[in-house]
């Protein structure tokens, strides 16, 4: 009996081996080209996503300049081909298109991502507070045939290798430890990305927090207010008492000045576009822009006499002033002389604002001066040279905001040592701003004087002042704490008009207005609302319901109460 030779046996095992390392290569071929096609994906949704999460405010401003240089940081990048921005109808804002890659569409419609040719595509919303405001757009570059052969070959060739040399151990080392160094990396630029979009969230968290604490706040400024002003009635002849008492209602005023710009940053309170003229809202700020400089610098006015309208919100022109008066007074130390001047030009040729007649707003101080890499910088959100505690960085960029709201423009020009001119360019507007209307505050007497007023607040304060001021010009007023005691009193007793809080516990503002309507479908209705999401209230009654912006004259809500009931 013969032995069986052994070689075709371990040729055959041999064989097999290679055959199991052949078909292994394949699948870890085919599982490496899944893991690069998902890295190549996840990169370009992080890069997608911090993007997106760092145009909206240059999209909010439509400033297309900002744009494009986010742009063209972005592209640096060698593995992204073309990327874009579009605003919130799906219109091309923005783009830049590498060598032999596809252009991106002029306009688009959904957000997805897709692998189109080699090519990964990914569409990203940008938002804010809940509002579509764009997308924006990535392509990555498609990989070579080269490159491709050569990653998964390599690992072929490696196990062939291993085969023949008998050193299998040693390059499944050395691939695992190629493998935990590409992990490595991964999870850094996964790191970097998430830190980068922390860093973006920001302007969202700050929106969501000071909505709250300026409603808590402008409730105090209300009820400080409303007291002051039963001085100022009653004070009689006490000189003393009045001069306390107006102090007060300065303080509250700017108060409620500091709360209006913290809504207007959170980016949901309704702005007031109306025809107005700069030079005649400059005049009504002088008292209050000489406090707030101080004695060491002079306030020079060089207003124009044209006095041509344009399109702002009057508040929000007020806090720009007020902005660039501040910085203006701290960059003046020692004293300085602080300019602001109007006129009208006519523009023509002009690099980002189309060609027209508009109103020049220039705010001209003889101080420090910036050199120019802080100049280029002054108008981002956060962007502050100031110490920590001092300056919030959200000065200049509402300044920004209000030009580009008005259809304008705000531009800086200065130099260390050479003071800084800030100059705001406002479109002229086509009517003129309305006349005021006469004072329709209601004698005692008055058969209008002495109705009825719903007056529903969960603040035990502001109820009692708004009820004493409405109770001292004759007014007839029920109180109410919430929206369910509102509605019952309303059942029981028949308001000639409702004075409604916006944001109170369990049943709102806006929900309380709607339930009263249902039940006396002609009742006028006042929402005083110090809260910054007023889109709500348009939302459920569709612009049926006059708003107020806490905190207010009694004097303006008694005029605004008579004017209604005399509507009706």
């Given at each position: 009996m013969t032995r069986r030779d052994p070689a075709p046996a371990r040729v055959l095992f041999i064989w097999l081996g290679a055959v199991v390392l052949v078909v292994a290569s394949i699948a870890l071929a085919f599982r490496e080209e899944v893991v690069h096609r998902a890295m190549v994906r996840q990169q370009a949704e992080a890069q997608t996503d911090v993007l997106a999460g760092s145009v909206g405010a240059a999209l909010a401003f439509d400033d297309e300049e900002a744009l494009r240089q986010y742009l063209s940081a972005l592209m640096r990048n060698p593995q992204v081909a073309a990327a874009a921005i579009y605003g919130p109808h799906g219109n091309q804002v923005a783009v830049l298109t590498g060598k032999n890659a596809q252009a991106p569409p002029t306009t688009l419609i959904g957000d997805s991502t897709r692998r189109i040719d080699g090519r990964v595509i990914v569409l990203r919303p940008v938002a804010e507070q809940g509002q579509r405001l764009g997308t924006v757009y990535l392509q990555t570059a498609p990989e070579s045939s080269s490159e491709t052969i050569a990653r998964h070959t390599g690992l072929v060739i490696l196990t062939l290798l291993a085969l023949l040399l008998l050193s299998f151990v040693t390059n499944a080392a050395a691939r695992l430890a190629g493998a935990n160094a590409r992990l490595s990396e991964e999870i850094q630029a996964r790191t970097?990305?998430?830190?980068?979009?922390?860093?973006?969230?920001?302007?969202?968290?700050?929106?969501?927090?000071?909505?709250?604490?300026?409603?808590?706040?402008?409730?105090?400024?209300?009820?400080?207010?409303?007291?002051?002003?039963?001085?100022?009635?009653?004070?009689?002849?006490e000189k003393t008492v009045r001069r306390w008492a107006q102090n007060g209602i300065e303080a509250a005023e700017r108060g409620a000045s500091l709360t209006r710009q913290l809504l207007a940053f959170s980016r949901q309170q309704k702005l007031e576009m109306k025809p107005l003229v700069v030079a005649e809202t400059l005049e009504r700020m002088g008292d209050l822009l000489t406090r707030a400089i101080g004695p060491a610098v002079q306030l020079v006015f060089d207003l124009d006499t044209d006095r041509a309208p344009v399109m702002a919100d009057v508040t929000q022109l007020e806090l720009a002033v007020m902005n660039l008066a501040v910085n203006a007074r701290d960059a003046m130390p020692g004293g300085g002389r602080l300019t602001v001047r109007t006129r009208v030009i006519s523009l023509e040729g002009d690099a980002v604002l189309s060609p027209g007649r508009y109103v020049e707003l220039q705010v001209i101080d003889t101080g420090e001066g910036m050199p120019l890499h802080i100049v280029h910088r002054a108008f981002d959100p956060f962007f502050t040279t100031k110490a920590l505690g001092k300056g919030t960085g959200l000065g200049l960029a509402q300044v920004y905001g209000v030009a580009r709201q008005a259809g304008g423009d705000a531009r800086i020009a200065s130099a260390p040592g050479g003071g800084t001119t800030v100059t705001l360019l406002f479109r002229e507007a086509g009517e003129?701003?309305?006349?005021?209307?006469?004072?329709?505050?209601?004698?005692?007497?008055?058969?209008?004087?002495s109705a009825t007023v719903l007056?529903?607040?969960?603040?035990?304060?502001?109820?009692?002042?708004?009820?004493?001021?409405?109770?001292?010009?004759?007014?007839?007023?029920?109180?109410?704490?919430?929206?369910?005691?509102?509605?019952?009193?309303?059942?029981?007793?028949?308001?000639?008009?409702?004075?409604?809080?916006?944001?109170?516990?369990?049943m709102d503002g806006a929900q309380t207005a709607e339930q009263l309507r249902q039940l006396l479908p002609s009742l006028p209705i006042i929402l005083a609302s110090g809260h910054a999401d007023t889109a709500a209230v348009e939302r459920v009654l569709g612009g049926a319901a006059t708003e107020m912006r806490k905190p207010f004259d009694i004097n303006t809500l008694s005029d605004t109460v008579m004017r209604l009931l005399f509507e009706a």
């Open positions: 970097a990305a998430e830190e980068a979009l922390r860093q973006s969230q920001k302007l969202e968290a700050l929106g969501q927090l000071t909505g709250g604490i300026a409603h808590d706040f402008n409730n105090l400024l209300q009820a400080i207010h409303g007291a002051f002003e039963l001085i100022l009635g009653r004070a009689g002849d003129a701003p309305a006349p005021a209307l006469a004072d329709a505050a209601a004698k005692p007497d008055s058969p209008l004087g007056l529903v607040d969960d603040d035990e304060a502001v109820r009692s002042v708004v009820r004493a001021g409405l109770e001292m010009r004759g007014f007839r007023v029920l109180e109410a704490d919430s929206g369910e005691a509102a509605l019952r009193m309303a059942r029981d007793e028949t308001p000639q008009i409702a004075v409604i809080d916006y944001a109170m516990p369990g």
